[in-house]
Structure formats: C-alpha cells, structure tokens
C-alpha cells in the first residue's frame, strides 16, 4: 500500500499528489474497499471518455456512429477469434457498461489506468 495519494480530476486530467501517514493509507483503501461502484450507461461512458481526454471528441463521435476508436478494436483483434463478436457487440451497442466486465478491465489495462482511476473514472461517470 502506498503513502503517497495521487488524485485524479477525471474532467480535466490534472493530478495532485499527497502525502499520506500510514494510517491515513489504510484508511482510505478501507473507503474505497466498501464504496460500491456503480454501473453506467453507454453515453455516460462516451461522455465520461472524452471529457477526460482518454480518447478525443472525434473518437467519441465517431463511436457514436458506430466506429470502435483504434485501441478498442486493436484489443478486440487481439482476441480469440470465437470470442470477437461478443466484444464488438458489448462494445458498441452497450446497454450498461459494468465496471468488473473483462473487456472494461483489458481496455484500462492496455491504456496503462490502474484499478484506482478506472473506480473513480465509474464514480465520476456515474454522475453525468
């Protein structure tokens, strides 16, 4: 566990970084331990997305129309080929978009977000 918090602003990207006691660590992992994360619709993702720079208005736009940006078709043409539609599908046409999905979680992992950001991208998201 780290003493060192880094808070991310998931709108405009800027992070803050604090130091923290290792009380204050532990406290702090215990609240994000038991904050539930929430579930979020497809335009709460794509709104969420942009707003925080991780992928452009463009590519939020052309998602939008119907055309993956290039990191989630790369990660899609990574997959087993009898696994491929299902991907396409859940990442196109979403009707909710939970955060524990594996496609979620391989995405954030190949654009380098930790378990943390990505909790808190879900909670920021959820508000829009």
């Known amino acids: 566990m780290s003493n060192v918090e880094i808070i991310t602003n998931a ?3 800027l992070q803050e970084t ?9 406290a702090l992992q215990a609240a994000r331990n038991s904050i539930p ?22 590519e939020g736009n052309g998602w939008l129309a119907g055309t993956l940006p290039p990191p989630v078709t790369a990660l ?8 491929r539609f299902a991907a396409r599908a859940r990442a196109l046409h979403p009707s909710v978009v939970i955060r524990s ?3 979620v979680n391989a995405l954030a992992a190949a654009q380098g977000k930790t378990a943390a950001e990505m909790d ?5 998201a959820s508000a829009l």
């Open 11 to 13: 709108l405009t990207g």
């Open 18 to 26: 604090r130091a923290l006691t290792p009380a204050q660590a532990a």
């Open 37 to 58: 994360i929430p579930d979020i619709s497809f335009s709460q993702l794509l709104i969420g997305l942009v707003g925080a720079g991780w992928i452009t208005e463009a």
């Open 76 to 83: 899609i043409n990574s997959l087993p080929a009898n696994q």
């Open 101 to 103: 999905d594996p496609l």
């Open 120 to 124: 808190a991208f879900f909670q920021t």
